[in-house]
């Protein structure tokens, strides 16, 4: 599985290539982050370190996930 990460923020998000959705949250991602520096690669290279981007505001029945690993 591979991701689209910044490097700067430390954030990612997975890439689903069949998913239209994730496509434009992509999009999104890579508006957000155009000043800085993104990378792809395989989400195991990163999860560790890298926490998710995804927390929308949009209730869309999704249980909080919230992966903070606050190790700094
Ligand atoms: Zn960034």
Known sequence: MRARACI???EYI???P???LNQTEINM????????TLITVN???I??????S??????NGDS?????????
């Open 8 to 10: 700067k923020c430390r």
């Open 14 to 16: 997975v890439i689903h």
């Open 18 to 20: 069949n998913n239209p």
């Open 43 to 45: 989400l195991n290279e």
């Open 64 to 72: 909080k996930q919230e992966e903070l690993n606050s190790h700094a």
């Open 47 to 52: 999860r560790e370190e890298y926490q998710s």
């Open 54 to 59: 995804k927390r929308n505001g949009k209730g």
């Open 29 to 36: 991602f890579e508006k957000n982050h155009h000043q800085h």
